[in-house]
């Protein structure tokens, strides 16, 4: 996998295991997300560790399409040879849920996983978040995997 092909691999990953975004629920997104971090290398990214790492993040925004309460995890990757913001691209695995009174209660936070030794350092802290716990029983209004340069 490269990083542009980052978002197809992923929803063929899906595809494979009999799980498909339009359907998929917070949970799935979770296990099956830190899970394709920990199996799918990615190539033609710059040594060491932190060319490759994850970002839970979660909150109210609005994006200019309406007010959303996005719970994403993001695979950042540094590809080789490039310096700066044009070395740096994302696999946003995001969903979205209608704001609640309750969600908007939730202060908008964010943690880094700085590799695979990490993952489940990472999936407990996710588990345990209020943001989590808020959504994991909710159908997400959708799912979007896609892939971009910051």
Request: with cysteine; aromatic share 12%; proline share 4%.
């Amino acid at each position: 996998m490269t990083p542009s092909s980052s978002a197809a691999t992923y929803k063929d990953w899906l595809e494979s295991r009999r799980i498909y975004l339009a359907a998929m629920s917070t949970p799935q997104l979770v296990t099956e997300t830190l899970s394709f971090f920990q199996t799918i290398r990615c190539a033609g990214l710059a040594p060491g560790a932190e060319s490759d790492m994850l970002l839970y993040q979660w909150g109210v925004y609005n994006w200019g399409h309406g007010e959303h309460f996005e719970l994403d995890i993001t695979r950042q990757f540094i590809a080789e040879g490039r310096v700066g913001d044009d070395a740096l691209s994302q696999l946003r695995v995001t969903a979205y849920f209608q704001p609640t009174e309750d969600l908007r209660r939730i202060k908008a936070g964010n943690r880094w996983c700085e590799g695979v030794d990490q993952v489940e350092q990472l999936r407990r802290f996710v588990q345990a978040s209020e943001a989590y716990k808020a959504v994991s029983q909710v159908a997400p209004q959708r799912v979007v995997a896609e892939w971009s340069p910051v």
